[in-house]
């Protein structure tokens, strides 16, 4: 069982979270990625998410696919807001459904990593003064 | 042939233009298609490293062997930041 | 920043998750655990919790400031559910905020651990025909 | 001196009651007054491996060493299962 989606409209961590419970499972681990206000000590204004949206979904369904065989779960979903967001709104969630939540934990962390390496969405942060289309960091962490 | 050629983020911002056109020699391979389109479209080359760019070839990421065919679409964009 | 409590009311686990936001963080990595259908192939009908309140409170408050001591995260979150639940129904909510998302997945996933070695809280499984209150695994994988 | 006995799950169908008042002597000490309690209160050496069981005085896991004072909060029950 899968989802995944773009949208410009507030996302809802529980909602999606919730969306899938299988009778399986006893465990959903649920990223959930918001605005921080400081990055490397610069105090960000806002953010504005770009995506390639029909290679997005299409690289987002891959991963999802990939999770779904490397990892013992049964669900994952994985929305991507776009636009403009303000500190402190999430801009992806990441939610995996697994009887044993070990799977779960792994998988959900393997999927962000994987998603902030592959899939083609960007990410401007605006600040007081200025702006940055920010570069990927291979590694996948920041 | 044509193909649609399609930037985003900051190859967007160094183009210019978010798609641009352009006539390719029919059986043009991936890696000389992308050649082709830093020199024609400037601010590629000004602006990035573009050892780093991707380039992708009907919404999938190319491996520079592909042959490309009338009516594709490219894309060339910065390592991706999403998330 | 910590909050932990017991109650008999459904959870909400997008509330809980958003609870605290914290303006240095962009990751909050949320455990839903959730009341299985089938246990070891056997069908559960529901489940009831019953917790040493006080003393559950208690041990919920050390291993969050465990937690925060011993991991680079700024916010945590339990929840708690007693009485009947149903099958789907979020038993335990975990919610891990941090500056960056590592600390918050590995803290969560100790958490839980830890929970189910440390706090008293039992569970009884009631099935079509028996039931029987679960006696915890010491390694706190179920 | 008087103590307050808890049992919760488990323990508490073993023994039939949730809480029991207990007098020791005073001084017991922590692993003593467990002894006492697996004596007086029935149910408990008949369904339980007594050496799983956890003991806990004013809310707080008990290493065995404590000493028991009037009025103190007792409670034995089996290794927790939540989550």
Redesign the interface.
């Known amino acids: 069982m899968k989802f995944f989606e773009l949208t410009s409209e507030p996302l809802d961590v529980g909602a999606i979270a919730r969306r899938i419970v299988p009778e399986e499972c006893g465990a959903t681990v649920t990223l959930d990625g918001y605005v921080r206000k400081f990055t490397k000590g610069r105090e960000t204004d806002y953010l504005v998410y770009e995506a390639y949206e029909p290679m997005a979904l299409k690289e987002m369904e891959k991963l999802i696919d990939k999770a779904l065989d490397k990892y013992e779960i049964a669900a994952v979903g994985i929305v991507h807001r776009l636009g403009k967001l303000d500190i402190g709104e999430t801009s992806v969630v990441i939610s995996v459904s697994s009887p044993h939540r070990r799977a779960a934990f792994e998988s959900c962390e393997w999927l962000i990593k994987e998603l902030k390496r592959t899939v083609p969405i960007w990410k401007k942060e605006v600040y007081a003064d200025g702006e940055v289309w920010v570069e990927g960091d291979v590694s996948g962490e920041q | 042939m044509k193909v649609k050629v399609?930037f985003?983020?900051?190859t967007a911002?160094s183009v210019g233009e978010r798609e641009v056109r352009l006539e390719l020699p029919d059986g043009t391979f991936a890696d000389k298609a992308l050649e082709e389109i830093l020199d024609k479209c400037e601010g590629l080359r000004e602006n990035h490293d573009v050892g780093?760019l991707?380039f992708?070839i009907n919404?999938?990421?190319s491996n520079g062997k592909e042959t490309i065919c009338d009516g594709d679409e490219l894309?060339v964009?910065?390592?991706?930041?999403?998330?």
């Not at chain 2, 964009?77 to 998330?83: E, K, L, Y």
């Open positions: 399609l985003f983020g900051a911002d780093q991707h992708s919404q999938e990421y894309a964009f910065t390592a991706v930041s999403g998330g």
